[in-house]
């Protein structure tokens, strides 16, 4: 049976690979934080199962410290723009064949690879269907790529570095926005807002509760980034209680709106760091917050739509 | 009130853009303290949730694809591309990635797109080579500009066109709590209700794609004027002189 465990491993390996080629090029410019970052890294994936949760938690503040300086990155690219336009004019359209690999697999592996049953037990754990697609499927286009374009042996790890060292530690924060996310949860963060909520904001019509509870929605997504997060106690303090119960709102159109109001909060928000502050870092703008500004005049239109929305369709007249 | 401190100091944080990793894992720290556990168990805690949500992370196998693909012309084959199609602007290419993001979507087919698989090798180049092509070269916050609206496209697109599918998590989950809440709703009827949202968001924010297609022209009409008269002063002043 594949598990996750199995993709862990490709990505122990994968970070392990990043670390050494930086810890080779440590002579010549790159500083050891960079090496101790991505091994710290490693080891989290290649052995985090099987060590305590304190160990784990230490070796997350270890990586903390060390890129509070910031990584470098390396500036070396391995090819000249000459080189690449010549490839580029060689291979013409074929060069999209092991991008494209990537979503074509994940999507057919998410579809076909949970059905698939081997003496009884089935090849990959359906619950982690998806992210198990993905890993393979990124196997299989790097396969394609090497079959195709035959590069050095070195180059796929080289490259690999120069973009994981671009994007930098931002690479890891998903994962402590996640850890966070359970603290607060924890520390029962997600009530006290919703009392505050309740408290202080105006709900004395319709029109005020719904809109209440659309910008609540998204507000509570800006500080936990994450809808998923907030829908919960928003609609347990504001939706169900006032909206639904008290003003005899549609529960159905009140919650899919709501959930869809806490999306655009998700536009706007660092703390949503996987959809706004990674790609800034993989596209390499120089403004961290580029995606964000890019993104907050459509977030505030659609959320001031959601509400003439829900006003108009939730109450049936 | 005390659990509350997490909250600042990531509002701070971010505001005086501090590292925000560094930011985050001391609100996550503060905030357990204040609710009262030990050092040792705060420091536990985030390790395991860490450790639990390395699943986000698997994205980044893709990288080793991507850089010998770079390697070997991708991003300026992708330019050359859309340099080929005369109606390509950076607007209309991210407005068509748009409308297929939220189509995908729509259809459970998430995976098809994201910023790693297609945004850093093709949309955005794409969006770049099209905008050189119809103005030149392009000045470096132009090239900002064009790059995180490339991205804005994935997420908005994805956003706002996976609800409509019935059976994604936000749908799920909204049906789970409705009915520990002892009400039943039905998958369909949520999906149906995004509908709205889903095309008002693409109206908005194609609109906006489009108007990015006419400050890109005007700002390129600017700098053409600007080069004219630098081109234009040195000779004026000669006159003068002579």
């Given at each position: 049976?594949?598990?996750?465990?199995?993709?862990?491993?490709?990505?122990?390996?994968?970070?392990?690979?990043?670390?050494?080629?930086?810890?080779?090029?440590?002579?010549?410019?790159?500083?050891?934080?960079?090496?101790?970052?991505?091994?710290?890294?490693?080891?989290?994936?290649?052995?985090?199962?099987?060590?305590?949760?304190?160990?784990?938690?230490?070796?997350?503040?270890?990586?903390?410290?060390?890129?509070?300086?910031?990584?470098?990155?390396?500036?070396?690219?391995?090819?000249?723009?000459?080189?690449?336009?010549?490839?580029?004019?060689?291979?013409?359209?074929?060069?999209?064949?092991?991008?494209?690999?990537v979503?074509?697999?994940?999507?057919?592996?998410?579809?076909?690879?949970?059905?698939?049953?081997?003496?009884?037990?089935?090849?990959?754990?359906?619950?982690?269907?998806?992210?198990?697609?993905?890993?393979?499927?990124?196997?299989?286009?790097?396969?394609?790529?090497?079959?195709?374009?035959?590069?050095?042996?070195?180059?796929?790890?080289?490259?690999?570095?120069?973009?994981?060292?671009?994007?930098?530690?931002?690479?890891?924060?998903?994962?402590?926005?996640?850890a966070?996310?359970?603290l607060?949860?924890?520390?029962?963060?997600?009530?006290?807002?919703?009392?505050?909520?309740?408290?202080?904001?105006?709900?004395?019509?319709?029109?005020?509760?719904?809109?209440?509870?659309?910008?609540?929605?998204?507000?509570?997504?800006?500080?936990?980034?994450?809808?998923?997060?907030?829908?919960?106690?928003m609609?347990?303090?504001?939706?169900?209680?006032?909206?639904?119960?008290?003003?005899?709102?549609?529960?159905?159109?009140?919650?899919?709106?709501?959930?869809?109001?806490g999306?655009?909060?998700?536009?706007?928000?660092?703390?949503?760091?996987?959809?706004?502050?990674?790609?800034?870092?993989?596209?390499?703008?120089?403004?961290?917050?580029?995606?964000?500004?890019?993104?907050?005049?459509?977030?505030?239109?659609?959320?001031?739509?959601?509400?003439?929305?829900?006003?108009?369709?939730?109450?049936?007249? | 009130?005390?659990?509350?401190?997490?909250?600042?100091?990531?509002?701070?944080?971010f505001?005086?853009?501090?590292?925000?990793?560094?930011?985050?894992?001391?609100?996550?720290?503060?905030?357990?303290?204040?609710?009262?556990?030990s050092?040792?168990?705060?420091?536990?805690?985030?390790?395991?949730?860490?450790?639990?949500?390395?699943?986000?992370?698997?994205?980044?196998?893709?990288?080793?694809?991507?850089?010998?693909?770079?390697?070997?012309?991708?991003?300026e084959?992708?330019?050359?591309?859309?340099?080929?199609?005369?109606?390509?602007?950076?607007?209309?290419?991210?407005?068509?990635?748009?409308a297929?993001?939220?189509?995908?979507?729509?259809l459970?087919?998430?995976?098809?797109?994201?910023?790693?698989?297609?945004?850093?090798?093709?949309?955005?180049?794409?969006?770049e080579?099209?905008?050189?092509?119809?103005?030149?070269?392009?000045?470096?916050?132009?090239?900002?500009?064009?790059?995180?609206?490339?991205?804005?496209?994935?997420?908005?697109?994805?956003?706002?066109?996976?609800?409509?599918?019935?059976?994604?998590?936000?749908?799920?989950?909204?049906?789970?709590?409705?009915?520990?809440?002892?009400?039943?709703?039905?998958?369909?009827?949520?999906?149906?209700?995004?509908?709205?949202?889903?095309?008002?968001?693409?109206?908005?924010?194609?609109?906006?794609?489009?108007?990015?297609?006419?400050?890109?022209?005007?700002?390129?009409?600017?700098?053409?004027?600007?080069?004219?008269?630098?081109?234009?002063?040195p000779?004026?002043?000669?006159?003068?002189?002579?």
């Amino acid at each position: 049976m594949i598990r996750l465990e199995s993709i862990y491993l490709l990505m122990g390996l994968m970070l392990a690979g990043i670390a050494i080629v930086n810890f080779r090029d440590m002579r010549s410019h790159m500083p050891v934080r960079n090496t101790v970052f991505w091994a710290l890294y490693a080891v989290i994936f290649l052995f985090g199962s099987h060590l305590s949760d304190f160990t784990n938690g230490m070796l997350v503040l270890l990586m903390v410290l060390t890129a509070s300086r910031g990584l470098a990155t390396s500036s070396r690219d391995a090819s000249t723009p000459d080189a690449r336009a010549e490839s580029a004019a060689r291979w013409g359209n074929r060069l999209f064949v092991p991008v494209l690999v990537v979503p074509v697999a994940t999507f057919l592996g998410s579809l076909l690879l949970g059905r698939v049953v081997i003496g009884g037990t089935a090849l990959v754990d359906p619950k982690q269907v998806t992210q198990v697609a993905l890993g393979l499927a990124t196997v299989l286009a790097l396969i394609t790529a090497l079959v195709m374009l035959r590069p050095p042996i070195f180059a796929p790890i080289t490259e690999a570095r120069r973009l994981m060292d671009s994007v930098g530690w931002a690479a890891v924060l998903p994962q402590a926005l996640a850890a966070l996310g359970a603290l607060f949860a924890a520390a029962g963060v997600g009530k006290i807002i919703a009392e505050l909520a309740t408290t202080y904001l105006p709900l004395g019509t319709p029109v005020a509760a719904v809109t209440a509870y659309a910008v609540g929605m998204a507000l509570f997504t800006i500080i936990m980034g994450n809808a998923f997060a907030a829908f919960p106690v928003m609609t347990a303090g504001i939706g169900l209680p006032l909206v639904v119960q008290q003003y005899h709102g549609d529960v159905v159109v009140v919650t899919a709106i709501g959930m869809l109001s806490g999306f655009c909060g998700t536009l706007m928000t660092p703390m949503a760091a996987n959809f706004n502050i990674v790609p800034a870092a993989l596209l390499e703008l120089r403004d961290r917050y580029g995606v964000i500004k890019a993104q907050v005049p459509t977030a505030l239109m659609l959320l001031a739509a959601n509400i003439v929305l829900l006003a108009y369709f939730a109450f049936p007249r | 009130m005390l659990p509350l401190i997490g909250i600042l100091i990531v509002i701070l944080g971010f505001a005086f853009r501090l590292n925000a990793l560094l930011v985050v894992t001391v609100a996550g720290l503060a905030t357990g303290l204040a609710s009262g556990q030990s050092l040792h168990d705060v420091i536990a805690a985030f390790g395991h949730a860490f450790v639990e949500s390395r699943y986000v992370a698997i994205v980044w196998l893709v990288l080793p694809v991507i850089g010998v693909v770079e390697r070997s012309g991708l991003k300026e084959r992708a330019r050359d591309v859309i340099g080929q199609i005369r109606a390509a602007t950076a607007g209309r290419v991210l407005l068509v990635y748009l409308a297929l993001r939220q189509i995908t979507s729509a259809l459970g087919l998430v995976s098809l797109g994201g910023h790693a698989q297609m945004v850093r090798p093709l949309v955005a180049p794409m969006a770049e080579g099209a905008a050189e092509h119809a103005h030149g070269p392009l000045a470096e916050s132009t090239r900002e500009r064009i790059k995180a609206m490339s991205a804005a496209a994935d997420n908005v697109g994805m956003f706002f066109g996976e609800d409509v599918f019935v059976a994604i998590g936000s749908i799920l989950l909204i049906r789970g709590f409705l009915e520990q809440n002892g009400i039943i709703v039905e998958p369909l009827h949520l999906a149906r209700w995004a509908i709205p949202t889903a095309i008002v968001a693409f109206v908005i924010h194609g609109t906006r794609l489009l108007l990015l297609d006419r400050r890109l022209r005007r700002e390129s009409l600017e700098a053409a004027v600007d080069l004219a008269e630098q081109q234009a002063q040195p000779s004026a002043r000669d006159g003068a002189s002579a």
